[in-house]
């Protein structure tokens, strides 16, 4: 398996405009996770997906912010308009199951918004 | 809701030394726990987890970890440490209800 794909791996972009990150999860898993990953609040959970389904976004940090799964394999995240402290590292992770199973994570995608 | 709480934010070591790395987690019902291990630049990765059973799990690369449930804990140990183990470490609470909680991290450098 190839694991979990996202991409871009880096994205910089300029203030206001809009940012989308795309996640492929492992094929078979049923639970899909968005992280953020900064020095200042280490790594934060924004939202979570069980079949598709969004079951707890109050991580997501604003209005600016938001997921979608519209199938099983695949999940963005988008952000718009985008701001300089929106800058971070953003994992995708799935897992088969739930609380047994430990999330596998993607390689990241590291944004930069100037 | 469940919190977890890692009490050293950057640990150095010289090889050969052993290292302990806490964590502490709050939570009032059934959890399950997990140590992952990020090295620089690349993603977390699982070093090992406990859901029932023995509470001393053993890991990857020579790591384990204890689960004691009356101090709500769950460190992570390895008795001697090489050049390699330099990463961060983040010790994670997942609840029945799927919800995974990450610790802060604590960043190891070992030094050769």
């Known amino acids: 398996d190839a694991g979990v794909i996202q991409s871009p791996r880096h994205e910089v972009t300029e203030m206001g405009q809009e940012v989308t990150l795309r996640c492929k999860p492992i094929?078979?898993?049923?639970?899909l996770f968005w992280y953020r990953q900064t020095m200042m609040r280490g790594l934060e959970l924004l939202i979570y997906?069980?079949?598709?389904?969004?079951?707890?976004d109050s991580g997501m940090p604003e209005d600016r912010f938001s997921a979608k799964m519209p199938n099983a394999s695949f999940s963005t995240l988008k952000i718009q308009p985008s701001e300089p402290r929106d800058s971070a590292v953003y994992f995708c992770a799935s897992s088969l199951g739930s609380e047994n199973s430990p999330l596998h994570f993607g390689n990241g995608t590291r944004l930069t918004v100037t | 809701a469940q919190s977890v709480s890692q009490h050293n934010h950057h640990v150095i070591l010289s090889e050969a030394a052993s290292l302990e790395l806490g964590c502490n987690y709050s939570?009032?019902?059934?959890?399950?726990l997990f140590w992952y291990v990020q090295y620089p630049g690349q993603h977390l990765q699982l070093l090992l987890k406990?859901?029932?059973?023995?509470?001393l799990v053993k890991g990857i690369k020579g790591f384990e970890a204890e689960f004691i449930k009356s101090k709500f804990s769950f460190n992570l140990r390895k008795p001697s440490v090489q050049w390699s183990d330099t990463a961060e470490y983040f010790c994670?609470?997942?609840?029945?209800?799927?919800?995974?909680?990450f610790g802060d991290g604590t960043t190891l450098t070992v030094k050769p």
């Open positions: 406990y859901f029932s059973g023995d509470p």
């Open positions: 939570y009032g019902g059934t959890v399950n």
């Open positions: 094929s078979g898993h049923d639970y």
């Open positions: 997906f069980n079949n598709n389904v969004p079951i707890d």
């Open positions: 994670a609470v997942t609840t029945n209800a799927g919800k995974s909680t």
